[in-house]
């Protein structure tokens, strides 16, 4: 009988294997696990194996390779996001994909930049010198009203927080459901999944009816309206009302969770490095003098883009991604049975001391004379990568600077008195309590 062999790791329970360490500490236990046992190691979730894998090369592997599928724990989200973008596979998938994507070229989304500053304006208008906010719910505020605007044509107000409360309320118990010995179906009647049903019907009535208001309407310059009449270009058939709702749906929540994180990690990093925030303010007086920024000023904003980078790079909003194989196949020197688990994780390989100096440290500089350029592929992958890689990348990389560079023109932040922020990684990187600042007017 040949021998099964399983990458080294840590020894589990019998019965919840690693759950117990993954639940006190997920990202340190990650951390601890690469570090100890290297570029690719094994640990269980429940009953559950899982093959850890740490270096650019194999990730690169996994990622560019169709032997594999979604990680199951995003497929178990269908109830909210039914079979959009993020949840389907396949011929489905890249069916959808292929229509999509020409929405998100960078030339397509340029025209969404005055949205985007002009709702930054917005709530940094509501903003006053001395009093203390929370960044994270500041930032989500201001990311909803962008996709609201952007995706369905809608201004913020009362929908736009409907909308919103609805989102959080569906995915707050998702986050509990990801570290379950034996996860429940969606269809098994507990309290839980009772509320996210009513929850996402309460979504569903607002995204219907902004899909059929757009049906009668003329071509409009919305995501929704773009995406409502978008054709195969197979068959010239467009999308049902309800896979319209279930890319509308994927979009609106990938789309302004991560950003508001990138952006709350951002300001919580600037409050404790005033000369990072020196600099960028010397940056943004010289190009743009105090006025509001444009997609045009971005090439000419280089220190604003490695803050960015740098953010991404401590704090990535997406901090793991996993992936199920369909068949058997080999990573490395150890081999993965079909149905086998492996994850991959931008908190550990952009902590990796083999391509970054000094890893812990906030260092924008780092970026500078083509790092980005020199590093391997996939020792940096905000985004992920591979046929899958993130369709808002663009969106997102116009979306953050020009917030940051409207918010950093107008106030600078400090930390008040407190127990410091740390990460508590759900489905996202999220903060573990508010990301609380003072607010300083600068004009
Ligand atoms: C800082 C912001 C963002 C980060 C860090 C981020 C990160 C990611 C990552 C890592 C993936 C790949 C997941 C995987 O391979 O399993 C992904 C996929 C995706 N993202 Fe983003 N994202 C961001 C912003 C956005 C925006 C603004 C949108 C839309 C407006 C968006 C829509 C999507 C969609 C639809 C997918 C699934 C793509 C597919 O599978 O075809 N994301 N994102």
Redesign the pocket.
């Known amino acids: 009988m040949s021998k099964v062999l399983i990458p080294p790791g840590p020894k589990g329970h019998f019965l919840s294997g690693n759950l117990p360490e993954m639940r006190h500490d997920p990202l340190g236990f990650y951390l601890h696990c690469a570090r100890t046992y290297g570029d690719c190691t094994s640990m269980r979730f429940g009953l559950k194996r899982i093959w850890f894998v740490n270096h650019p090369a194999l990730i690169e592997q996994v990622?560019h390779s169709r032997n594999f599928t979604?990680?199951y724990a995003?497929r178990m989200n269908r109830l909210l996001l039914g079979n959009?973008?993020?949840t389907s596979e396949g011929e489905f998938?890249l069916r959808q994909?292929r229509l999509i994507q020409p929405v998100?070229q960078r030339e397509r989304i340029l025209s969404y930049a005055p949205d985007m500053t002009a709702c930054a304006e917005r709530q940094i208008d509501t903003w006053h010198d001395g009093e203390v906010r929370d960044l994270h719910i500041e930032m989500r505020k201001l990311t909803l009203a962008i996709?609201t605007k952007t995706?369905f044509g809608v201004d913020a107000g009362d929908q736009a927080e409907a909308v919103g409360c609805a989102l959080r309320e569906a995915m707050g118990t998702f986050d509990q459901r990801l570290f379950r010995i034996l996860p429940l179906p969606d269809n098994v009647p507990t309290p839980g999944n009772w509320r996210i049903r009513k929850a996402i019907r309460r979504l569903d009535a607002i995204l219907y009816k902004l899909i059929h208001q757009r049906r009668t309407e003329g071509q409009q310059k919305d995501l929704l309206s773009i995406l409502l009449h978008a054709r195969h270009e197979s068959d010239g058939s467009g999308m049902t009302d309800r896979q319209l709702r279930d890319e509308a749906m994927?979009?609106f929540l990938?789309?302004h969770e991560?950003?508001a994180?990138?952006l709350a990690w951002g300001g919580y990093l600037l409050a404790q490095h005033p000369e990072v925030v020196e600099k960028l303010q010397a940056e943004l007086h010289q190009v743009l003098g105090g006025r509001t920024p444009t997609a045009a000023d971005l090439p000419n904003l280089p220190y604003t883009e490695m803050v960015i980078q740098e953010v991404?790079r401590l704090y990535?909003?997406?901090y793991a991604?996993?992936r199920q194989a369909i068949g058997p196949c080999t990573i490395g020197d150890y081999p993965v049975p079909a149905g086998g688990t492996v994850l991959m994780s931008q908190w550990v390989v952009h902590r990796d001391p083999r391509y970054y100096d000094d890893p812990e440290r906030f260092y924008p500089e780092r970026w500078a004379d083509g790092l980005a350029k020199r590093l391997p592929r996939y020792a940096y992958?905000?985004?992920?990568g591979g046929q899958?890689?993130?369709?808002?990348?663009n969106?997102?990389l116009m979306?953050?600077p020009l917030v940051l560079a409207t918010m950093v023109q107008r106030f600078r932040f400090a930390l008040p008195d407190g127990p410091p922020v740390v990460p508590k990684p759900l489905l996202t990187l999220q903060p573990n309590r508010p990301v609380l600042v003072r607010l300083h007017a600068l004009r």
Do not use: S, Y
């Open positions: 990622l979604k990680h995003l959009g973008l993020l998938w994909r998100f996709a995706l994927t979009l990938a789309g991560t950003t994180l990138a991404m990535p909003p997406a991604i996993g992958f905000p985004f992920g899958r890689v993130c369709i808002g990348n969106f997102a979306e953050l």
